[in-house]
Structure formats: C-alpha cells, structure tokens
C-alpha cells in the first residue's frame, strides 16, 4: 500500500507511516479485527478524499470506502484478519501476506479508477 501512497500523493510523510502501523496484523498483530491491507487502503482514500473541516462533505470518501470494502470482501473472502489466517494468508498459511496485498491493491486501484 505505501507503493500506491507514494505513487498517488508522493512522498508520505514518515508521520503517515507511523500512524498506520498500529493497523497491521489485524490491529496490534491480534488477528482479531480488519485486515491491515483494508485499513491501509481506507487510509489512502480518505487522504485523496478525505475532509479536513467537519462540515466538508465526505459522501465521495465513504461511498469509495464503502466499494472498497465490498469489493475486498469478495475477492478475498472476509475483512477480518483472523478470518483471512484461517482461509490460509499469513505467515503459516499456504499463501503470504504480501499476496493478500497485492490483490488488495488491485481491488483499490480499481475502485479508485471508477472516480
């Protein structure tokens, strides 16, 4: 997901980078919440889309989320991380993270081209 950051806003502040890291493995590496690969990617469209003022209108941002979520879930199966484990991504799985990534990032591109 930072490749896309980087490729859609440029540079990513180190500042970005340290919020989202909370985010992975499922929060704090607990397996027990949404995907890190989701998260990451709802982070990116609410910087591209996103508000700053409270009474900015935020209907583009959530309707993207919304698809992305829809769309991650079925292509991956689930959005929680332990439900994705259990289906066979991660580290003892039969196909890494990095390949959940991937698909991720395909599904959000693709999201994100349909604006």
């Known amino acids: 997901m930072l490749a896309v950051g980087e490729y859609l806003l440029g540079q990513v502040d180190d500042r970005l980078l340290r919020i989202a890291t909370g985010l992975g493995g499922g929060v704090g590496g607990t397996h027990q919440e949404l995907c890190g690969a989701l998260s990451g990617g709802v982070l990116l469209i609410g910087a591209l889309h996103g508000r700053i003022q409270p009474?900015?209108?935020?209907?583009?941002?959530?309707?993207?989320?919304?698809?992305?979520?829809?769309?991650?879930?079925?292509?991956?199966?689930?959005?929680?991380?332990?439900?994705?484990?259990?289906?066979?991504?991660?580290?003892?799985?039969?196909?890494?993270?990095?390949?959940?990534?991937?698909?991720?990032?395909?599904?959000?591109?693709?999201?994100?081209?349909?604006?």
């Open 55 to 115: 009474d900015e209108d935020d209907s583009q941002c959530m309707r993207l989320v919304t698809c992305y979520r829809k769309h991650f879930a079925q292509e991956l199966g689930s959005t929680n991380c332990g439900s994705l484990r259990e289906s066979g991504y991660g580290s003892e799985g039969s196909t890494p993270c990095s390949v959940l990534v991937e698909q991720a990032t395909r599904v959000l591109l693709e999201v994100l081209a349909e604006v």
